[in-house]
């Protein structure tokens, strides 16, 4: 009965194994958060000091925009669709993905799109460089020749994005072991369970968007162009209300992760679950009313600019609820500080940082200063850095023995937490004094008042960028030499069914579905 | 004694202290070395509703901060006390609904106490009603365009560009403490009066960001937003470009200079008698020499960053020898007036009035060792637009 999996490159490219597939979306997303990376750094270089030493400033264009596009895109996104893919069969106790050809085919789209994406960097005119929000018409009629290669890419992500979710709405569904109510599903079920639905209502949207750039660009019409007869602002709405959900398909994940890595190392279950699972989908909702708030100083009347300040205010409550039922969940616990709760800790109190300076950002007539300044860049590099590549270190460290069977090392593992907080914070604390002094985002150069911020901004990144390899080599190191765990259940505290398979979890798993009380 | 000092080194390293002092200390002692030209808070500028602004801003700070001691003092004494080595035998409760209300019913309350006081500014920033004066503003890449509306008579209209030097951004000379927030023109308004802005584009999206001002809005072509401000101080305040709009999104500034109502109206009228002054020269027959010498002016302005001081070329074509500058004088001011599209070279038709540009393709023609003799009059350019 027992079959291993076929030998050599065939059983990467044919493979139909939730594990298998799972794998090649994390290391996938390690090569693109790395790719992203390096574009930080040059970014970094440059704002080291003031004047113009590296980049010319078209290409610094293209850096900001590649960064972007292939952080969101490239490792964050595939990232979190892999741990998905590897975790959530196991933990709803289910044999494979329900649809396994399809979860192959949504894998094997991202490297030839990256690569197309990639390849604009050499092209004539250069890659992108309207930015990751791409606003016409800096993107349409004044966009380098390369936009269309853009188009193309993200209409195969966004096709890879809405099959994946598809995919897991599909196993959620169907595929839960007897007894598991939806209501005793783990947290990080849940929450990719609401995240996929939120994926499937609005990866279309932005693939309408990027149509009508096209349209625009190669076809004639007028969408995005005042001259004849269209919108510019149009182009904004539709963007950001695919863009806005999207903010919470990066972050929801990570709430789940933590959920699950917090009680574990805390000996204690999860306060307030039902809870949670309330304040998600209460979060998911508000998602799709809030994206004006991306465009105060765009011109909305009045009264419009009133309803998104109130909307984007009100996300405050059930986000908050589910920082209270975390630390909760500690309170009176028995807490050990693994790497992967030290990763998960601090991604709760860095993303409530975030959020603070998210509250900050709703006020609409303060956002009147803050508004595209350094200020933003800070606010959400809290919450896509600490509250979702945090969540995903920490999520990698607690199911690698599960992946591998075998332990990282708890030193390194410890040691690159630090240097990641330490750098983390240096890179991005001080660009909210530059935002506040009157520093705008996606400059390649500015005045000596803002050059102590940016020297500290980028010493930090330098920090935090090499502390990656650190990570890098534990992983490898892990897999190579690691001492075997030698047990199903790795973590004392555990309780999810994954850890009821041995480690590493062979190929096929649950092929009898467990029984859950 | 080995495992008391191993627990005290543990709290001493307590990464979140020493990361909190180590920035605080970091940023309050630099601040306090540095004050006269080093902020890290928002300004409350020089205008009412800016002072409102910032202090909204601030409330909402505080509100933040005792909310962080609050939750993280909770979070890190969890930590703390209860770890396992003190706590080996851990709590199993899991739920509490009335916590669960309070912690619903508490922060809405504090978004109130926000709400509020923003609801009140938020509705002030948008009363543009009873305006003393009316500026068109329209975003160019890369430099703005300010009109003064005149309802009476001709709007006073000029371009505003940066005035650092290539030089200083190359590093090749000592940055001056303008860097990057100089222009050859700054906008001019009168203190204690409100001003209306009327902000546009004419390529990309740009804005209009003065922070003491408090005023940043969207400049978006086909759109007119509207904007106000009343400085209650005068002086000379700095902005930039907020929204991306190309190769020089960083190096468009914007410097406004608020004077005194005598001074405002002062700068105005001369401003309109240079307009008139323009009118006539509009008909004048200038000789070579006076159109080199405007035109080297011209050039220096607008030509220079991407052409070179000696037309040698640079982000543009060089103009020393081009086929184009020796070429007919049509196809070289048709360059000029419309661009080429696609490419860096705007189209300087709309920016530039017609003596300018007269002089302006006549230095070409006859500086940088480019010797055509030929000239052309404001006359000419004014026939060649109308015949397009």
């Known amino acids: ?66 960064h972007g596009l292939v952080m969101v895109f490239g490792a964050i996104m595939p990232a979190f669709v892999g741990l998905a893919n590897w975790m959530i069969p196991l933990m709803i ?60 890419s993200v209409h195969a992500m966004g096709i890879s994005s ?111 679950y039902d809870s949670m699972v309330y304040a998600t989908a209460s979060i998911a909702f508000l998602s799709f009313i809030v994206w004006a708030h991306h465009m105060y100083t765009v011109g909305l009347p009045l009264a419009g600019e009133l309803f998104y300040m109130y909307a984007t205010m009100l996300i405050a409550v059930p986000t908050a609820a589910k920082v209270f039922n975390w630390i909760t969940t500690m309170f009176k616990g028995s807490i050990t500080l693994e790497t992967p709760m030290l990763f998960a800790i601090a991604k709760v109190f860095l993303f409530t940082v975030g959020g603070f300076s998210g509250l900050m950002l709703a006020i609409a007539p303060a956002d009147f200063q803050y508004h595209d300044s350094y200020f933003v860049v800070a606010h959400f590099h809290y919450t896509m850095v600490a509250g979702a590549i945090f969540a995903l270190s920490a999520a990698v460290y607690y199911w690698l023995p599960k992946w591998t069977g075998k332990m990282y090392n708890e030193a390194m593992g410890k040691t690159h937490f630090w240097i990641s907080f330490i750098g983390f914070n240096l890179t991005f604390f001080p660009q909210h004094f530059a935002g506040l002094a009157g520093m705008p985002r996606r400059i390649p150069d500015y005045n000596m008042m803002f050059a102590d911020f940016n020297m500290m901004s980028s010493i930090g990144a330098f920090i935090y960028g090499s502390s990656q390899l650190l990570f890098l080599f534990n992983i490898v190191r892990t897999i190579t030499h690691g001492k075997p765990v030698n047990s199903d259940k790795v973590w004392e505290g555990a309780t999810t069914l994954e850890w009821t398979v041995p480690s590493p979890a062979p190929y096929h798993t649950f092929t009898t579905p467990p029984e859950v009380k | 004694m080995q495992q008391q000092a191993k627990r005290l080194l543990k709290l001493a390293l307590n990464p979140v202290l020493v990361l909190l002092s180590l920035m605080s200390s970091g940023v309050w002692a630099a601040t306090a070395e540095k004050a006269e030209h080093w902020r890290g808070n928002m300004t409350p500028g020089v205008t009412e509703v800016g002072h409102k602004i910032y202090d909204l801003h601030m409330l909402v ?34 739920e509490n609904t009335k916590l669960e209300i309070a912690w619903t019913v508490v922060p809405f ?11 009140k500014v938020l509705i002030e920033v948008y009363d543009t009603d009873d305006a003393a004066q009316d500026i068109l503003i329209t975003g160019y890449q890369w430099k703005w365009k300010y009109e003064y509306i005149n309802p009476n008579g001709d709007n006073v209209t000029f371009f505003s560009n940066l005035r650092t030097p290539e030089s200083e951004i190359g590093n090749e000379e000592e940055k001056g403490s303008n860097y990057l927030l100089e222009v050859d023109e700054p906008v001019v308004l009168p203190v204690n009066s409100k001003t209306r802005f ?163 393709t006549t230095y070409q023609r006859n500086a940088f060792g480019n010797n055509m003799g030929d000239m052309l009059q404001p006359v000419d350019v004014y026939k060649f637009k109308k015949g397009q």
């Open chain 1, 162 to 272: 809405i099959m994946g979710s598809i995919n897991i709405i599909a196993t959620i569904v169907n595929m839960r072991a007897p007894g598991m109510t939806y209501m005793k599903m783990p947290l990080f079920v849940w929450t990719w369970l609401i995240t996929a639905f939120l994926l499937v209502a609005v990866m279309p949207v932005l693939a309408g968007a990027v149509t009508m750039m096209l349209m625009d660009i190669h076809f004639g019409t007028s969408f995005f162009s005042a001259a004849g007869g269209g919108d510019p602002v149009l182009f904004q709405h539709v963007f950001w209300f695919f863009g806005h959900p999207e903010v919470y398909i990066i972050i929801l994940p990570a709430f789940g992760v933590v959920s699950e890595i917090i009680p574990v190392f805390s000996r204690k279950p999860l306060f307030g």
């Open chain 2, 61 to 94: 700070f505080w509100i933040c901060v005792v909310v962080g001691i609050i939750v993280f003092g909770l979070m890190f004494y969890s930590v703390f006390a209860y770890r396992k080595e003190r706590h080996s035998e851990p709590a199993t409760f899991h």
């Open chain 1, 1 to 66: 009965m027992a079959h291993g999996p076929a030998k050599g490159f065939s059983r990467w490219l044919f493979t139909t194994n939730h594990k298998d597939i799972g794998t090649m979306y994390l290391w996938f997303s390690f090569a693109m958060f790395l790719l992203g990376g390096s574009f930080a750094m040059i970014i970094r270089a440059e704002l080291f000091q003031p004047g113009l030493q590296i980049v010319d400033p078209a290409f610094f264009n293209q850096m900001t925009t590649m």
């Open chain 2, 109 to 119: 309350l504090l978004l109130i106490i926000m709400a509020v006081p923003a609801t």
């Open chain 2, 198 to 360: 009327l902000v546009t584009a004419n390529d990309v999206l740009h804005a209009w960001w003065v922070p003491e001002l408090a005023v940043k809005r969207d400049a978006i072509p086909g759109f007119v937003n509207e904007a106000w401000t009343k400085p209650t101080e005068t002086g000379v305040y700095r902005g930039q470009c907020a929204e991306l709009c190309g190769r020089n999104h960083g190096f468009m500034p914007i410097v406004v200079n608020v004077v005194e109502q005598e001074e405002y109206d002062q700068w105005l009228a001369g401003k309109l008698a240079e307009a008139a002054e323009l009118k006539e020269l509009m008909a004048k027959e200038f000789t070579m020499d006076e159109l080199v010498a405007r035109g080297k002016k011209v050039y220096e302005r607008n030509c220079l960053a991407c052409h070179g001081a000696n037309g040698e070329g640079g982000v543009g074509k060089a103009i020393a020898g081009s086929p184009l500058a020796t070429g007919s004088t049509k196809g070289h001011l048709d360059v000029i007036v419309n661009g080429v599209p696609g490419t860096a070279m705007q189209a300087f038709g709309g920016q530039l009035n017609e003596v300018d540009l007269a002089a302006v």
């Open chain 1, 93 to 152: 106790g289910a044999p494979d993905m329900a649809l396994p050809r399809m979860n192959n085919w949504s894998f094997w789209i991202l490297p030839p799109t990256f690569l197309i994406l990639a390849s604009s960097l050499f092209m004539e005119g250069g890659a992108p460089n309207f930015g990751w929000t791409f606003y016409a018409p800096l993107s349409t009629t004044y966009a380098p020749p390369s936009v269309t290669l853009f188009i193309f």
